[in-house]
């Protein structure tokens, strides 16, 4: 990664973000009930565990008696569960399992409004990858110790994260993960969140929240949260596997389209352009090889085509209290669908850098749970823009921040997970430009 401008504050940036976090660090760590998190990952896994007093030795802690704020907490976080169950919550999507603390930890909620980890708190990845390592290296600048989860033998956020090998798709690997950590978030979306649900039942603090990441990795169930809630999107279909549902599909949004996939899809992967209906065969063919049985059937959406005239990007920070800050836009240009350099500020008009926040602002604002997003943008000939899709972590078109930001996308993330104040996300130069050099 090449930046065009480096930032000046960066060191005293980082000195003062020390002190806030060393000040903030007062309200004590929330750790989850392992007892729990065992009889979580013996409902998921269908595994016996030890049990009786052998078991009850190994986790059992000294519990403080709740005060009266926690218990009000417990009390609203009751009330919360009663209405994601009746369909009554904001945002709520049918299928999803409502996220409710089971009765054991109804004392000690989680992951809620306000709360505030201390520098100490060790923050757990899923994935530990590029973007890890940057998250690593950021919170390491921070007094911020990571752990991530990882199978490669040697990953690359090892180099300043301490590495546990397993697999972030693996339930057991997850459950087992989530006793040494403090507050668990991701680097990648493609994880078991059903696991991250169970750990969440169980009292582990799920940034952002698992029910968010299982929208958003479902890019169809991304589009109909999205479209709900009035974000600009293009026009889009399921597909099913029967000549019939494509014909249907292809009366409705026209040729050419997107083939797309709702699951594992990145950086191109999992998109086919259906020129005319005879391409379908060979789009359902190369979209759905990878896919279990079950993925299989109700796999694949399409979009209408949509003739942009730039692709935009916006990274965007949720806290835990539900406020939204957004980053400059950046024009991004992609070479075999993979980003291959941008452009920040993006060169467009005023009020379109305004709307191009503005909607990212709105989609963001409707998840739940704290941390970084990527969010990728259509600009349209008219002045429009169409949201194409949403990642809930930090993203290739975000790297930018490192040196032409105040606040990197990776600092950024450990403060919204960890609860503590957002920061400045205004450019510390003119422009920046980004070359993705990858090998």
């Known amino acids: 990664q090449l930046g065009s401008c480096v930032s000046r504050s960066f060191a005293r940036g980082r000195e003062g973000a020390r002190a806030r976090a060393t000040r903030e660090g007062g309200r004590g760590l929330r750790r989850a009930d392992m007892a729990t998190i065992d009889l979580a990952a013996q409902r998921c896994s269908g595994t016996r565990y030890r049990s009786g007093a052998a078991r009850t030795r190994e986790w059992s802690k000294p519990r403080r008696r709740p005060s009266r704020n926690v218990l009000a907490r417990s009390t609203r976080q009751q009330v919360d569960g ?19 603390a089971p009765r054991a930890l109804a004392e000690k909620p ?26 690593a290296l950021a919170a390491a600048r921070l007094g911020v110790e990571v752990l991530v989860l990882d199978p490669t033998p040697v990953a690359p956020a090892a180099v300043a994260a301490k590495q546990v090998p397993g697999s972030f798709r693996d339930a057991d690997a997850i459950l087992e993960f989530a006793k040494q950590v403090d507050v668990l978030t991701v680097e990648i ?45 293009p026009p889009f279909m399921k597909v099913g596997l029967d000549s019939g549902s494509r014909q249907e599909v292809g009366r409705a949004l026209g040729f050419p389209m997107m083939l797309k996939s709702r699951y594992l899809a990145y950086d191109g992967k999992g998109n086919y352009v259906v020129e005319t209906e005879e391409d379908f065969e060979a789009g359902v063919r190369a979209l759905t090889e990878n896919l279990d049985e079950h993925q299989k059937a109700e796999g694949l959406y399409a979009e209408g085509w949509v003739p942009f005239v730039k692709e935009l990007a916006v990274m965007v920070a949720r806290d835990r209290d539900g406020n939204v ?42 998840f739940e749970g704290a941390g970084v997003f990527g969010v990728e ?60 050099i990858l090998g």
């Not at 049918?94 to 409710?100: D, E, L, S, W, Y």
């Not at 029910?211 to 600009?232: M, N, Y």
């Not at 920040?344 to 963001?364: D, G, K, N, S, T």
């Open 189 to 233: 979306e493609h994880i078991n969140t059903d696991a991250l649900q169970l750990a969440a039942d169980a009292g582990v603090d799920v940034q952002p929240l698992p029910s968010t990441l299982k929208i958003i990795q479902d890019k169809f169930a991304q589009k109909e949260h999205l479209e709900r809630f009035g974000v600009p999107l």
């Open 325 to 366: 800050i957004t980053y400059p836009v950046v024009e991004t240009h992609h070479k075999d669908s993979i980003l291959a350099e941008l452009e920040c500020p993006a060169p467009i008009p005023p009020e379109v850098q305004a709307r191009a926040r503005e909607v990212a602002h709105l989609a963001i604002s409707k």
């Open 82 to 100: 009663e209405r994601s169950r009746s369909g009554k919550r904001s945002g709520g999507r049918k299928g999803v399992r409502p996220t409710t």
């Open 377 to 436: 943008l259509f600009f349209l000939q008219d002045g429009g823009i169409l949201l194409n899709e949403i990642a809930p972590r930090p993203h290739n078109s975000g790297h930018y921040t490192i040196e032409a930001c105040v606040t990197s996308q990776y600092e950024q993330h450990v403060r919204a997970v960890l609860g503590w104040p957002l920061g400045d996300t205004s450019l510390t130069c003119g422009g920046g430009s980004m070359i993705n």
């Open 110 to 135: 989680t992951g809620e409004a306000g709360v505030t980890l201390p520098r100490t708190a060790k923050v757990g990845v899923l994935g530990g990858g590029q973007l890890g390592r940057m998250f």
